[in-house]
């Protein structure tokens, strides 16, 4: 479907302005970071609030959307970036605009399958009017929007010279015939103008919001880059007719391009003889987008899940609440978030550690499901779970009520590796371009597509169909049987001192270990039979030198420790232990406890991983107590330290087996890269400690007239955002 998209004719692009709410449901109204000034704002300066731009092919913005009701939401519109960062290392190969595109067609899809329950994850709101042009129900597709911070207007940039809208050139051969990177397999685009082509001196006009590595100037154009374009519309402003018979009057780009009769128009385009030079125009258009591009408008959610896990141990609302006030903006805190109280009371000796540890494990289940809801639905990992990956939208007025969800649930790339027509080389890589705190030591390793030597003895060639099967032994120093897994794909290219077989490639799917080495059974690519022939004469007697492509299967392991590692910050960041802390010490644990099984090629018993693990605990009270669910420190002195031992011991043993290596006592066990099995059996724990810590924690007579009093206090503000303890509510109001 992609490949599709990519040939469609620029003029299908919708050129309905999303931006701007002046009128109809849907239109989107972006928050301003800043009041506008008449002075010129730094160039740098964005003009409105960005709520991550950390992806390598969008960014996120804080907008308002008017819905088919005519109500008035916050959302957060995310939108593809003009510009793409470079790959991660390993990854083969650079970015391409069909990978831009590619990666919101997967989120929509995903949506769309995922359905509109919102159980872990972040939505787009109900009631938005969406395009029927676009390629995916949730997606939103416009020509480029440029904004006019003088005068607080939306266009799209027309052509400089005949004023029809300017759009993305995806004509291959024009651009093949310029010398111009190609669209589709490169990722620098490039605005023209289709109708006139911006000729000027017999030249075409190509405008580039930057000129990437892939981008070269022939003498056949002119290339002008980021403000440039705003510098051109000189020609417009100052030089353009305007009788009809022109046609530049009627130009479609004219009738909404505000500089043609706008107060300011002198003063930002003063007349010169020299028009190479800046002109004021340049400071007070920002690119909202310089080139075509699509959105997705998902619920505007006001932490993350690092925010809520510190929010529900107890520190101030008022502290955590930093999306969008980390910017520095105005807009902050439109809505009133007093700080939060608990059933059982604000006082530091009122709050109860059960009940914290009962709202945060609550949390994590809402994460999990949302996780499991991905590798059931899209049949596909996450690969990108850490605190900043997952949002959350608090209630109103009481730590209770809260949701929590996927950011993005279509994170993890196809990996192009292995003939693409079989389903069985499918593979997903990593979408972020750096590693944190939770990332699996398995993304850790070697890059995605390393090179490694080793020696190889082929025992057996078979047919199958109008494939050839090869069952090797593979022997290396280099190349550990800890380093692999069973789902990991292997290209190996013979470098054989046979002529006729040079250059043989064997894509092995099946993977064992075995003395010496591995035992592959793999698919080999371009058998010609005068090679198969003479590879059959060195059967069994014959050690071949290779080149081994390791192509690691990122499966649901990654994802479990990353989950892991979520768990453990939730249960012990504090103001005394960040993430760096508690990751560090929980990454000791989990090195001493299964490093043994790497070095040995065996397995760690169990039962010894949970005798050390206890005892692991026992000497780092400090760090692992039930105390460090409460945030500030004045809380763990005098709170009610009431978490039973046994409770608090089998959160901590979940957040070992999901960061575990070791086969018999990891929650991955042997899962296939499917992983929804192995998720819905970490979600079934989870709502077995949910129950335990619910019914210690409603099962106190003494409280019972608070927590009623609380309830009638908090059904009002319920409906703003329910958690997944609702139920337990209901029960104890009936």
């Known amino acids: 479907m992609a490949a599709a998209s990519e040939t469609q004719s620029p003029s299908a692009t919708p050129s309905t302005m999303v931006f701007g709410m002046t009128a109809g449901a849907g239109r989107l109204q972006l928050l301003p970071r800043e009041e506008i000034t008449t002075a010129p704002p730094p160039k740098t300066d964005h003009p409105f609030i960005i709520l991550d731009d950390a992806g390598i092919f969008s960014r996120v913005l804080a907008a308002r959307a008017l819905t088919d009701a005519g109500k008035l939401i916050s959302v957060a519109v995310k939108q593809q970036k003009d510009t793409i960062a470079a790959p991660p290392p390993g990854f083969g190969r650079s970015y391409t605009n069909a990978d831009s595109r590619a990666a919101f067609l997967a989120e929509a899809e995903c949506l769309e399958k995922l359905g509109e329950t919102g159980e872990g994850i972040v939505l787009p709101p109900a009631g938005m009017a969406y395009q029927s042009q676009a390629p995916g129900k949730y997606l939103i ?10 005068i607080s207007t939306f266009f799209h940039p027309p052509c400089p010279l005949c004023g029809a809208l300017l759009q993305d050139c995806r004509d291959e051969l024009l651009l093949g ?28 006009t190509f405008y580039a919001a930057a000129a990437g590595p892939a981008l ?26 305007t009788d009809r018979e022109t046609g530049v009057s009627d ?70 609440m930093a999306r969008p006030a980390r910017t520095g903006d105005k807009y902050a805190g439109t809505r009133e978030h007093p700080d939060g109280w608990y059933f059982f009371g604000n006082a530091p000796h009122e709050r109860s550690a059960l009940e914290i540890l009962w709202l945060k494990l609550a949390a994590f289940e809402q ?29 109103r007025s009481s730590r209770w009520s809260f949701r929590v969800g996927l950011a993005n649930p279509a994170a993890a790339v196809p990996a192009r590796t292995g003939p693409e027509t079989d389903e ?6 990593p979408r972020a371009n750096f590693q944190h705190l939770f990332t699996s030591p398995l993304i850790r390793r070697p890059p995605y597509g390393h090179d490694e030597y080793a020696n190889l003895t082929i025992r057996r060639i078979e047919s199958q169909g109008a494939g050839v099967i090869l069952d090797v032994h593979l022997a290396s120093e280099v190349i550990r049987v800890f380093q692999l897994t069973t789902d990991d794909l292997l290209r190996i290219t013979l470098n054989a001192p046979l002529d006729k077989a040079d250059g043989l490639v064997v894509w092995a799917v099946e993977a064992k270990p ?11 690519s371009r058998l010609r039979p005068d090679v198969l022939q003479a590879l059959a004469a060195h059967q069994e007697h014959t050690l071949w030198d290779c080149r081994v492509n390791i192509c690691r299967n990122y499966n649901v392991r ?25 990751c560090r010490k929980v990454e000791e644990i989990r090195t001493e406890l299964t490093d043994g099984a790497g070095a040995t090629d065996q397995a760690t018993p169990s039962a010894v991983a949970k005798t050390r693990f206890n005892a692991i605990l026992a000497e780092n009270q400090a760090v692992f107590g039930p105390e460090s669910v409460f945030f500030r420190g004045e809380d763990r002195q005098s709170g009610k330290h009431d978490i039973p031992a046994e409770l608090w011991l089998a959160c901590q043993k979940l957040g070992l087996e999901l960061i575990a290596d070791a086969p018999d006592y990891s929650a991955a066990g042997n899962a296939k890269n499917g992983g929804a099995q192995a998720i819905k059996k970490v979600l079934d724990r989870l709502k077995d400690l949910n129950l335990w810590a619910g019914g210690r924690l409603f099962a106190r007579g003494a409280f019972e007239r608070e927590v009623l009093a609380a309830m009638a206090r908090d059904r009002q503000d319920v409906a703003g955002g329910v958690s997944k303890n609702t139920s337990s509510r209901r029960e104890l109001e009936s």
């Not at 990177?181 to 006139?196: D, G, I, N, V």
């Not at 994460?367 to 949002?391: A, I």
């Not at 069985?424 to 890589?429: A, H, S």
């Not at 075995?514 to 080999?524: C, I, K, M, N, S």
Request: net charge positive.
């Open 177 to 204: 015939e310029q010398g111009l990177p190609l669209y589709a397999s490169s990722a620098q685009r490039l605005l023209y103008c289709a109708k006139c082509g911006g000729v000027q001196d017999g030249l075409r």
């Open 558 to 582: 990654c994802d479990l420790y990353s989950l892991g590692m979520m768990l453990w910050a939730l249960l012990l960041v504090n103001d005394r232990q960040d993430e760096a802390e508690v």
């Open 141 to 150: 597709a416009s020509l480029p929007i440029t904004f006019c911070r003088k």
């Open 216 to 241: 070269r100037s022939r003498a056949e154009q002119r290339l002008r880059l980021g403000p440039q374009l705003y510098r051109d519309f000189q020609h417009l402003v100052n030089k353009a007719p």
């Open 367 to 395: 994460l999990c499901e949302g996780v499991w809801r991905v590798y059931e639905s899209c049949g596909r990992p996450h690969l990108d779970l850490h605190p900043q990956s997952v949002l959350a939208v608090p209630g």
């Open 251 to 320: 130009a479609p780009g004219i009738a909404q391009f505000p500089c043609m009769n706008c107060v300011h128009r002198p003063a930002c385009y003063p007349r010169r003889s020299d028009e190479t030079q800046p002109i004021p125009a340049e400071q007070q258009l920002y690119p909202v987008a310089y080139h075509e591009f699509l959105a997705l408008v998902r619920e505007y959610c006001e932490m993350d899940f690092g925010q809520l896990y510190r929010y529900l141990g107890g520190q101030e609302r008022s502290r955590v």
């Open 424 to 429: 069985k080389y499918r593979q997903f890589l």
């Open 514 to 524: 075995e003395r010496g080495g591995y035992r592959l059974r793999g698919e080999a």
